[in-house]
């Protein structure tokens, strides 16, 4: 066989291997970012669901607590700055632990009702309530998890070369605090 046919035939295999791995770097990272994308919609259909039930809550305490007026404004006024945020995942993080802080002050403030505590409707919008809250930190945790990925992979070696000629970037993680954690009570003896 003539050398130069041969010399062909390596360089085409080699060029043939390269686009191979070129292509499959490329598809793990649409892979990867196509999970961010998935992830973040989960987020955003419980943030949603918790959306929806904050007026409902807020109107059965209202029927209790009417001159707790201040409270339920600000929780309203969080809910819907929340509500008008479609920016990064920092700045809706930024809106919505503002949100779960109001909501801590209208839970604060139910405790100073009894009849409150006891009604039907407020246990129940409150336990759907927290159940929303442990979704969306599963959805977050899942998200943040594709995110740790997307980023791995856009920061690596030899991924990141597939990553900047073909314009995958990093993202951000969405950080909220969570709601059920509660400061501490003071214990002294």
Same mark, same amino acid.
């Given at each position: 066989?003539?050398?130069?046919?041969?010399?062909?035939?390596?360089?085409?295999?080699?060029?043939?291997?390269?686009?191979?791995?070129v292509a499959m770097l490329y598809n793990s990272l649409v892979r990867v970012r196509n999970s961010c994308d998935e992830s973040w919609a989960d987020i955003d259909t419980e943030l949603r669901r918790r959306y929806d039930l904050i007026p409902n809550l807020v109107n059965t305490v209202k029927g209790y607590a009417k001159h707790e007026r201040e409270v339920l404004e600000r929780v309203i006024q969080a809910r819907n700055t929340a509500v008008a945020n479609h920016g990064s995942p920092e700045s809706q993080a930024k809106d919505e632990n503002v949100l779960v802080g109001t909501l801590r002050q209208l839970f604060a403030l139910a405790?100073?009702?009894?009849?409150?505590?006891?009604?039907?409707?407020?246990?129940?919008?409150?336990?759907?309530?927290?159940?929303?809250?442990? =979704?969306?930190? *599963?959805? =977050?945790?899942?998200y943040n998890a594709n995110v =740790?990925?997307?980023?791995? *992979?856009?920061a690596i070696f030899p991924s990141n070369i597939i990553a900047n000629t073909f314009g995958f970037g990093? =993202?951000?993680y969405f950080e909220i605090e969570d709601a059920a954690v509660r400061e501490r009570p003071a214990v002294e003896f």
């Open positions: 066989m003539d050398p130069a046919i041969v010399v062909l035939i390596v360089v085409g295999g080699v060029l043939l291997l390269a686009a191979f791995w405790e100073n009702y009894p009849d409150l505590k006891a009604n039907q409707n407020f246990l129940q919008l409150q336990s759907e309530l927290a159940n929303t809250e442990d =979704r969306v930190q *599963r959805s =977050r945790r899942f =740790r990925d997307l980023n791995n *992979r856009v990093t =993202r951000e």
